[in-house]
């Protein structure tokens, strides 16, 4: 009895900290800006394809030399950064444009989310050209442009020409390239297939603990994940910028009015919350394969946390996963129904013991705690909400 | 919407309902084009697309109430679209006369006795009325949930977006109730007709026409009345409408509702034409192409809202066809296209550029003022007074 | 039209420990016009958030008609005759004036009576004056945010009208306004207040001198430091200390004096 409520307290914690992990970069850019990043699967899944990348490249040294354990931490650091540069981009080329109308944010986002999926199938030698000939020919024109004084006026005209002229001089070398050196280009470097991740030596197998095993790649996450709340915790708490963040998340116009660059402080969290996605999909890389949907069975989920945990606070992030994750695999193994005697409360359970089901069942569990606690658990108070 | 303005005379006279009279007969005109010329212009294969695009156009329809009039976002229609579906399929499932067998799919995972809930599926006029009752039941229930606790903006549509998800698992994880991914499919006969006779194809086809004027004449009787106004109210200042007098949280509910019933016919009228339903309607992606076509036409227009789903649809069947690789390229580029070039969809920008443009090439040059002479009602109350 | 319209027993307002209002008491007598002052901070919007249900009270009560609110929502509380007109302008900026005024004039405001029925000749006839009367006539059928903020102040104020609620709560009306536009609102609300009872918080002296023939409140860090008729007021010493900082004997040393002067540059 006792074991198996150990056992449901580790497993749940453990989907709690990947949700904490994946939650945790949406609910900073969401508390900031009001901003729900529908690519926020999306740039996890850049960081879980980074790791790859890395990964083949450490195995130039060989599969069994110590070096290619440790390309984990290289792996890490190079999603955080995939992840957040992309953020950027993506924060300064459309998420500016559209502050205060969340819903078309919302629509944008999700419209990048699904350019990533397909970049990821796709890229190849080939596409990596055409897209830099479309960038360079489009913002390269848009920069000229920009220097006529008239631009204003010819703004719309110049912005559908260049999108087309990009368009045929991009499709033009990419047919080009395609011809002269054919497969070799054209090859996809992923594809639509899976990638698969291996965990280094050091984080294989597990821990025994009584009659259980402990993965190691799960203790590794949790790890990660409280390195991480804490990383957070003590850049918003102890550093300038972070202090700057909080400002801004509090009061944006008074903020402002006080000399705190609140453009770079958006970008800057924005890159922050993208980076942290990096992070997490590093991290679900170890737990199985990796492909172009990876990012989209997280969403919903880390969303959920969001809602449950509230905004503006991080505390209501931590418990929001962690509680979500619990009753996930409280109610996903059908432990509850063991605890019972009455056959229709354990037919009902029953029930809601799988995985998919038991996502039914937190799903209304939500909803009714909504019924009480309609602005999460750690709302934020006073005369300026909701006004 | 300009049909209004001339009520406020009052008195039943021509004028008045001239409007409208005109609306009709250009509905009209158009629904006997779909009906009588097309068939001919377009190949068969495109004249079942267009069957089936005119049943999501009006989804659409349902989508441009309850977001382009009320600013709510739903993400979750795709559930009240595939419950429809399967309300209907159910029907098609069922062996007649009732109780002479179980629907194919149950025999493969040893079910033996119908479920209790099929079985008011037997009776065709329960199926047409849950097809609408059912969605819209849904719907409200959803609704009511989340509205009476004020949740609303993203978080609204984050909570639609998580319900289609749970359906999704929930229909995905019933095989032996509603044959899991496969879904429910190989319909055979519709009211004693053989379902792919041409005959019936076509009956289908002018059915879903019928059903689309409908949903349009409904649409447009809530958006233009005093309760129309109400919604647009809600979608500017929602607490400020409390403060009137108002409980948005009822007018919310019933245009969710209703939203979710013209959803559900929609599905309806999609599954028999496209001789399947599965929970595939239900992932989160449909739910947002819904919303993307309702964009592109221009929200807040209900002729938007149609024309949208029907131009999104047939681009994408189009250049999914010679594009298979890119086609995800084009529709996330739509989306940002839309969103930060296009915010008031074709027809907002047919309305002021598009009017501006054709003036341009007309070769009539205006000064620019602002506020523009043109449509200063001052300047207008003036020359009218003036008598110039 | 006799007897206490609002009253307030003890009302106490927390934010996280921070309380907005603190043992505040008031009443109103019905068809009174009160004007209520105070510098900022001092709960002024806090407490008509309170009249109209949009903050519950963390202690005390408050009853309209004898009625106590605590129970009610927004619009339960507007449909008793509550009605409000917000510090910035709040118009719906998609409808006209006429269908802002129309949808306020509706006297039944359920959903259903809202679907089925038209508006009621005499109810246009009511939005045709009132339109008149704010001088929006000749826009009636512009989208209203083509108005200018003026014209938006008085569209609202027409929709507190067209309400015709018994008590009237005006968040600073004329903030915004050109002095001859100030005048003409006071005339509105005063001769409003002839027929209803009407609380007006206000900021600007010379306005409330215009408007206050009666008792004027002055509220101070959440409760009510004083209350009688303005020029008594105005001379009152406590109202002078807490509009201008304490007074300058009392001070020692002089960087209160040092800030003062800061601001006043």
Known sequence: MAASILDGIFNGLSIGSILLLAALGLAIVFGLMGVINMAHGELMMLGAYTTTVVQRGFRLFGDGSPLFDFYIFFALIAAFFVAALVGLALERGVIRFLYGRPLETLLATWGVSLILQQFVRSVSGVVTASLIVFCLSFFGGMWVLKKRTNFEQIRGWAIAALLILSGVLARVVNRLLAGAYGLAVTQPWFGAQNQDVTAPGWLRGGIPMGAYQLPKTRIFIMALTILCVLGVYLFLNRTTWGMRIRSVTQNRNMSACLGIPTQKVDALTFALGSGLAGIAGCGVSLLGSVGPNTGQNYIVNTFMVVVVGGVGKLIGTVVGALGIGIADYVVGTGMLANLTNNEAVEGFFRFFATTSMAKVMVFLLIVVFLQFRPAGLFPQKGRSVDA | ?388 | MNGKILEIENLTVSFDGFKALNKLNFSLDSGELRVIIGPNGAGKTTFLDIITGKTKPTAGQVRFKGRNLRAYSEHQISQMGVGRKFQTPRVYLNLSPRENLELACNRVKSVWNTLIRRSPIAERRTVGGLLETIGLDHKADMKANLLSHGEKQWLEIGMLVAQSPDLLLVDEPVAGLTDEETERTGDLLLSLAESHSVIVIEHDMEFVRQIAQGQVTVLHQGSVLCEGLFDDVQRDPKVIEVYLGQDAEHVEGTAQDAIRAELAS
């Open chain 2, 1 to 388: 919407m300009t049909v209004q303005a001339s009520s406020e005379r009052g008195g039943i006279d021509w004028v008045k309902y001239r409007p409208l009279l005109i609306e009709a007969a250009i509905v009209g005109a158009i629904a006997l084009f779909l009906i009588l010329v097309l068939p001919a212009l377009l190949s068969g294969f495109r004249l079942t697309l267009m069957g089936r695009f005119l049943a999501l156009a009006i989804v659409a329809l349902g989508i441009d109430l309850i977001w382009g009039f009320t600013g709510l976002l739903s993400l979750g229609h795709g559930i009240f679209f595939t419950l429809g579906g399967y309300a209907l399929a159910m029907h098609l499932k069922l062996p007649q006369p009732p109780g002479s067998g179980l629907p194919d799919f149950m025999s493969l995972y040893g079910v033996t006795e119908l479920p209790w809930f099929w079985t008011p599926f037997y009776s065709f006029s329960f199926t047409a009325v849950a097809v609408v009752v059912l969605p819209a039941l849904m719907a409200g229930l959803l609704g009511y949930v989340i509205f009476r606790n004020r949740i609303r903006g993203v978080y609204f549509s984050i909570l639609t977006q998580a319900a289609t998800i749970i359906f999704f698992n929930f229909f995905n994880g019933q095989q032996q109730l509603f044959n899991g991914t496969n879904g429910l499919t190989d319909f055979r006969t519709v009211l004693g007709q053989p379902i792919q006779n041409p005959g019936i194809q076509t009956s289908l086809y002018v059915l879903t026409i019928v059903f689309l004027i409908v949903a349009y004449a409904l649409c447009r009787w809530l958006t233009s009345g005093r309760f129309g106004r109400l919604l647009v109210a809600i979608r500017d200042d929602e607490s400020r409408t409390r403060f009137t007098g108002y409980n948005p949280t009822g007018f919310k509910v019933l245009v969710f509702a209703i939203s979710g019933a013209l959803a559900g016919v929609a599905g309806a009228m999609f599954t028999l034409q496209s001789g399947i339903v599965s929970p595939n309607t239900m992932n989160i992606a449909f739910s947002i192409e819904m919303v993307i076509w309702v964009a592109v036409g221009g929200r807040a227009t209900l002729v938007g809202a149609i024309l949208g789903a029907l131009i999104v649809n047939f681009a994408k069947s189009l250049l999914s066809e010679r594009f298979p690789d890119i086609w995800l390229f084009f529709q996330g580029g739509l989306f940002l296209g839309v969103v930060l070039l296009l915010p008031a969809g074709l027809l907002g920008w047919g309305r002021t550029q598009g009017v501006e443009l054709y003036k341009q090439l007309m070769g009539q040059r205006r000064v620019a003022t602002y506020p523009s002479l043109e449509e200063d009602p001052e300047v207008e109350h003036e020359r009218k007074n003036l008598g110039d």
